[in-house]
Structure formats: C-alpha cells, structure tokens
C-alpha cells in the first residue's frame, strides 16, 4: 500500500541517481571530477526546470511524497528530551497523533502533530494519519499541560483528514473537533502551526488554531482533498486536477488569503530530498516566532488569536 513517487519528477530522479552514481564510484578514467560537475548542474537544472510551474495537482503530490519528512522527523531533528504522552483518558491512545513535552533551545515547550507512517505496517497503525477522536483528545490533554505550566505549542499539521469510520463518528469525532478549536482560540500560550504536508479539513484545523500559521513552499491546506471535491462537484475522482486548480490550496494562494502568515521555503527538489535542512529552516522560524510571541501578555495573545481568525473570509449577510 506505498505511495506512488509523482510521476513528474522522474527527470529529477534520474538526474539525482546518475549524480549519486558517479559520486559513489569517485573519480576515475571513465568518472572525472569535471564529469560529476556537470552532473552536479545537469541536477540542479532539471530541478529548475520542473519546480518553475508547478500546478495545484503536482503540489499536491509534493505534499504527498512518500519520502516527506513528518511530524516525528521533525520532533527527533528540532527538540531535545522528547517525552510522548498516550492516551485521551476517556477510551485509548490514537497513534494517529503524536504528542508529548520537550525542549527547544533548552526552553520547554508541548509538540503535537500528524504521523502518517513509513512502511505499510506502520501506516496501518498509524492509519495514514487520519485520527480518530482519541487523537484530538490526547492533543488537547497535551496542549492544556502546556497552558497550565506556560509552555508554548507546537503543532505540526499533516493530515488527509479525520477518519471518517463509524467507530470515530460513534465516539463524537466531530464534538472532538469542535472542543478543539474551541480550546485552542483560549489556551493562554503561544501557539504555532506549521504545515508540513497535507492540511486537510477539520482534521488539519483541529491542531491548526494558532498564533502564526507557517506553511511548507510545497504542502497543501484545504477544506476537502482535490480527489473529494471532484466527487461532488462532477460526480467523478478523475477530475481531481481541476479540483485542485479550483482549490486555490498552495501555500502561495493561502498567503495571499491571509490564511498562513509564512511560507517555509523547501531544499531543491522538496522537503524530502533533505530533511535535515528542512529540520534547519523549521527551527530557525519557530525560534523567530516564538521570540516575538513571547513578549505578548496572555491576554493579549487570546484576543490577537481570536481576532486574526474572525477576520479571515468575506461574507456578505444580504
């Protein structure tokens, strides 16, 4: 049950394994260090050329690489004496989400986040990230430690969506949610989201309510996934490139919504072609952000949140 590797970035690939061929071999008759040069540049100009335009739908597959760093990368990358926290204490531990207290800069502070999982064994487990109610649950239980001891949360959103089994909806997925964005406009600490791959629905926006919203240069944020757009609109889940076009769900149109306040640039290529770098550039805006946040009383923070939410979209009452 793996996820295909976007077929669009097969130029990519295969300039990339030509390029670690020869670095491996090392130079020699038939490799010469001028030979892996202009591999080197043959690489970076592939990429060029592929990323330059970009449509909604290979976004999307950006967003869904198999190889994608999520939440538990980041959490081994960015912060020192991760302890993971189990359990909603109302039915079980949903492996869907992650969520513990840890140290960033030597600062305290609670993760929370998505967690798809690698191989198919662990995504079973993990049920692709989609969680069930005991999910936002166990979030909230970890974020209210941290509003009782003034720990700033941090949330990493990477999700298709909440489950929508019987079992989730039997135990109140939806109440769930609800209480969560709920909480969250409330929590007297500095909130701040970043999405890293698929920010989908009320399952994204469960864990999303924050201060600053970052977003990955290639993740994706929407109300419903391209492929269930197209099912409702057409009646038909091939159109989910149109869907996606219609979605207006990158990171550069949200920005221009107001909808995040700051686009994460991605190493050449994606996130996944360098994670560390990634961790790198993820931790220097969370070290920003959460310097600025700081100096805001409590109060303030709570009606800046609740403020900057209102004022998203346009209604018009007539």
């Known amino acids: 049950?793996?996820?295909?590797?976007?077929?669009?970035?097969?130029?990519?690939?295969?300039?990339?394994?030509?390029?670690?061929?020869?670095?491996?071999?090392?130079?020699?008759?038939?490799?010469?260090?001028?030979?892996?040069?202009?591999?080197?540049?043959?690489?970076?100009?592939?990429?060029?050329?592929?990323?330059?335009?970009?449509?909604?739908?290979?976004q999307c597959q950006l967003a869904r690489h198999p190889e994608r760093p999520h939440t538990m990368a980041y959490t081994h990358s960015i912060f020192t004496d991760f302890t993971e926290i189990h359990g909603d204490r109302r039915f079980s531990d949903d492996p869907a989400v992650v969520a513990g207290l840890a140290r960033f800069d030597d600062e305290p502070v609670v993760v929370v986040g998505h967690q798809k999982g690698r191989d198919t064994a662990e995504k079973l487990r993990r049920n692709f990230g989609m969680p069930r109610p005991d999910g936002y649950r166990k979030a909230m239980r970890a974020m209210a430690l941290?509003?009782?001891?003034?720990?700033?949360?941090?949330?990493?959103?990477?999700?298709?969506?909440?489950?929508?089994?019987?079992?989730?909806?039997?135990?109140?997925q939806a109440e769930a949610i609800a209480n969560n964005l709920i909480e969250m406009a409330a929590l007297p600490v500095p909130i701040i989201v970043v999405v890293t791959g698929e920010g989908g629905s009320g399952g994204a926006l469960a864990l999303g309510i924050g201060d600053r919203v970052l977003m990955l240069e290639h993740a994706i944020y929407s109300v419903i996934s391209p492929e269930g757009c197209a099912a409702i609109l057409w009646k038909d889940q091939a159109r989910a490139e149109d869907a996606a076009r219609a979605l207006r769900l990158t990171a550069r149109d949200l920005k221009g919504f107001g909808v995040i306040d700051e686009i994460l640039p991605e190493p050449p290529g994606g996130a996944?072609?360098?994670?560390?770098?990634?961790?790198?550039?993820?931790?220097?805006?969370?070290?920003?952000?959460?310097?600025?946040?700081?100096?805001?009383?409590?109060?303030?923070?709570?009606?800046r949140r609740y403020k900057k939410f209102r004022a998203m979209g346009i209604f018009n009452d007539r």
């Open 1 to 58: 049950m793996a996820t295909p590797r976007p077929l669009f970035l097969e130029a990519v690939e295969e300039a990339r394994a030509r390029l670690q061929a020869m670095e491996l071999a090392g130079t020699s008759a038939s490799h010469t260090e001028h030979d892996v040069e202009a591999a080197r540049r043959e690489l970076r100009e592939t990429i060029k050329s592929v990323f330059a335009g970009l449509t909604p739908w290979q």
């Open 146 to 172: 941290g509003a009782r001891f003034r720990r700033p949360v941090i949330s990493f959103v990477d999700t298709p969506g909440a489950y929508p089994g019987i079992d989730a909806e039997e135990r109140g």
């Open 272 to 303: 996944h072609v360098d994670p560390a770098a990634m961790a790198e550039t993820v931790a220097a805006a969370l070290r920003r952000n959460l310097r600025t946040l700081r100096r805001i009383k409590p109060d303030a923070l709570v009606a």
